[in-house]
């Protein structure tokens, strides 16, 4: 206790009803939480099972119990301490509450990909478009916690009377296949605990003290899940940002930060001020960016490393330009620095300002790591590949079953599988043992019987196969069998099916060498297939720099960050501002901003590829609203970038010389 400074202390010891910390970029947050948790085991007497601290990514969770477990150092660790995120407990609770609600404890989580293939079969639509937007406004209504039934009252125009139509039947399909999708994990939770007064008092007796990180990321359903779990005993800590509120386009809701003093009267704030990460040139511009924001909660930034370098803004001809002089000046900074590249990242508002870096910083044979991106093995075509795997490896897995009967489509139709999933409910049977008895033979035709069967067959001769043959050689007769290749050929054109079915081969052949290098069968190496990552499998700590998207980059620090693309029509985005949402994306970039720890380096384009054409550009508002006192300017820099604040102060002296001339 002694190196946390008084806000902090204050805010571990604070236990007399709801608290609200207001925990600023680097203020030592996750620090609160975990010294918070051991506050209450160690002198507050409560068992490790009676608490749960809530956040929002895995990565977050693991290093959050990492560092409870070494400042407990086995002396009270464990006990069912929960520290996990919103979804991960919203499982738990499902998994032991199963028969409540009516599904099996064994029930499946289908991934995004595999609810997507089961709304594009309901919309009778081979455009993967039109399943994206029903999925994206079926999420937005579990997400507020709308049923089936309240979407269809409420569904405004003929597009959303149709997608409500797609989320019943989604929905049924759903149950049918004892499966949930991620925004159930929330969803059902809250349902039982709302409808089940006897189950809501078993969990709030349980969970007696809740933490909750990132609370400005909530959305609806998750701050209802918090209420409910909190009840009248409201014995929890909620630590959030306003000014780092993001994620407005997946459901998060500010109103829940605006909220928590209406819904508890005797809430206390406590600001965490102090930032432990960034010099004060840089929190001075970034205090001046967010200053033009409403805010919920005044507050502003100090640091005590000293002013540290000025923010440098460069001007380029183009956006291959600004790549090119982004990657040179950040080698002869780490020169000049001694620096290692692990120490530098480069971050950007879109995937697409990746490509032109990535390409530099090839030619220069610079290391680097892309996050934000999608990864490998979140393509569909390694997804598919590893459905089989995974069914090689565990029959019980019911959403590799449904993926792996499903790509290539083997004449299984959706409602066969529906038929199959409401048996296999019935009997509490995963669905591959299902498709196999009598019972379930007796419910459908011959004709829908057989492609279940002859698929069946096939996985059990691959089973037998992968357990004693080399790896390499069952995963060409996979292949073979299911004549994927000519699959892909068939629904892509044929640029896109090359480029997918050189990946399957890359994964293929990553596969056979790793089991003959390990002495592993294809069904030993498939067991771990969940967990394989080919691109992160050696780079945790690997000496490269960082590449990433301002939303992926939250949460991270770095001791020199470049923002590139700071421009109109990129940061802000040009949608963001046709939708009123420019808030969320000056708060976008103060998250950029407070990333840096010693230097930071802004850059943006004089013109940018549209298409086919080199259109334009403007530096982003949001430099000049970062006040000139502590930029540098480089090259035609200042021309192009208005001085906002310098602008108000000048209309301000106008004025109270109008004023004091009448």
């Not at 102090?274 to 040139?281: C, E, F, G, L, M």
């Not at 001769?461 to 299911?482: F, M, W």
Request: hydrophobic residues 40%; aromatic residues 8%.
């Amino acid at each position: 206790m002694s190196v946390l400074n008084p806000q902090q202390r204050e805010a571990i010891r604070y236990l007399d009803g709801p608290l609200l910390v207001l925990a600023g970029a680097g203020s030592g947050k996750t620090r609160v939480i975990t010294e918070k948790i051991v506050y209450l085991i160690e002198s507050c007497g409560l068992q490790p099972r009676n608490i749960a601290a809530i956040t929002f990514t895995n990565k977050a969770a693991r290093e959050m119990q990492q560092r409870v477990g070494k400042l407990l150092a086995g002396r009270s660790a464990g006990g069912g301490l929960v520290i996990s995120t919103f979804h991960a407990l919203g499982v738990r609770m499902l998994r032991e509450e199963a028969a409540a609600i009516g599904y099996k404890p064994a029930f499946s989580i289908l991934d995004s990909a595999d609810c997507l293939a089961i709304l594009a079969e309901l919309a009778g639509s081979v455009d993967k478009a039109v399943a994206r937007r029903l999925q994206w406004q079926i999420s937005s209504w579990k997400s507020a916690l709308v049923l089936p039934g309240e979407a269809a009252r409420i569904a405004g125009n003929d597009s959303e009377a149709r997608a409500a139509r797609a989320y019943a039947s989604y929905a049924e399909t759903l149950r049918a296949y004892q499966a949930v999708d991620f925004d159930d994990l929330i969803a059902l939770p809250v349902r039982l605990l709302e409808t089940q007064p006897a189950l809501c008092e078993k969990w709030q007796n349980r969970l007696r003290y809740l933490l909750i990180d990132e609370y400005q990321d909530t959305n609806a359903g998750q701050y209802a899940l918090l209420r409910l779990l909190a009840g009248q005993r409201a014995a929890f800590t909620a630590v959030g940002d306003d000014d780092q509120s993001i994620y407005g386009w997946r459901g998060a809701d500010l109103a829940n930060l605006r909220g928590l003093p209406r819904d508890y009267p005797n809430l206390k704030l406590i600001k965490l001020e102090q930032n432990y990460r960034s010099t004060a040139r840089i929190l001075k511009a970034a205090n001046a960016l967010i200053a033009n924001n409403e805010k919920l909660f005044e507050k502003s930034l100090w640091s005590e490393l000293g002013p540290g370098d000025p923010i440098t803004v460069s001007a380029c001809p183009d956006q291959d330009r600004e790549a090119e002089s982004v990657v040179m000046k950040l080698q002869a900074h780490r020169f000049e620095h001694r620096g290692r590249y692990s120490d530098y990242a480069i971050l950007y508002r879109g995937n697409f300002q990746a490509r032109a870096v990535e390409e530099f910083l090839r030619n220069q044979r610079v290391p680097y790591r892309l996050s934000g991106g999608q990864s490998f093995f979140d393509k569909a075509e390694i997804r598919d590949i590893a459905a089989y795997l995974r069914l090689l490896a565990n029959t019980d897995d019911d959403p590799a079953f449904i993926r792996a009967v499903s790509a290539p489509r083997r004449g299984v139709g959706s409602s066969t599988l529906q038929v199959l999933g409401e048996y296999a409910g019935e009997r509490h049977l995963p669905l591959f043992t299902a498709a196999f008895e009598e019972g379930f033979a007796q419910r459908v035709q011959a004709r829908q019987l057989s492609p279940l069967v002859e698929f069946g067959g096939f996985i059990r001769r691959l089973q037998q196969r992968a357990g004693r043959e080399p790896a390499a050689s069952v995963l060409d007769e996979l292949l073979t069998g299911i004549a994927y290749e000519d699959w892909l050929r068939a629904q892509e054109e044929a640029r896109t099916a090359r480029t997918r079915w050189e990946n399957v081969r890359e994964l293929c052949d990553w596969l056979g060498r790793k089991a003959e290098e390990e002495g592993k069968t294809l069904l030993e190496a498939a067991q771990g297939i969940a967990l394989i990552s080919m691109i992160e499998k050696d780079e945790v700590d690997a000496d490269a720099v960082q590449l990433s998207t301002l939303h992926a980059a939250k949460g991270l620090e770095f001791k020199h960050v470049f923002l590139i693309g700071v421009e109109e029509g990129v940061l802000p985005h040009r949608e963001a501002q046709a939708e009123n949402r420019l808030e969320e994306e000056r708060r976008l970039m103060y998250v950029g901003i407070t990333r840096a720890q010693r230097s930071l380096h802004l850059s943006y384009a004089e013109k940018r590829q549209q298409g086919r054409q080199l259109m334009p550009s403007e530096a982003s508002r949001f430099i000049g609203e970062m006040g000139r006192d502590d930029l540098r300017f480089v090259g035609r820099a200042s021309d192009g970038v208005p001085d906002r604040a310098g602008g108000a102060q000048r209309l301000a002296a106008i004025r109270a010389m109008l004023g004091r001339a009448g």
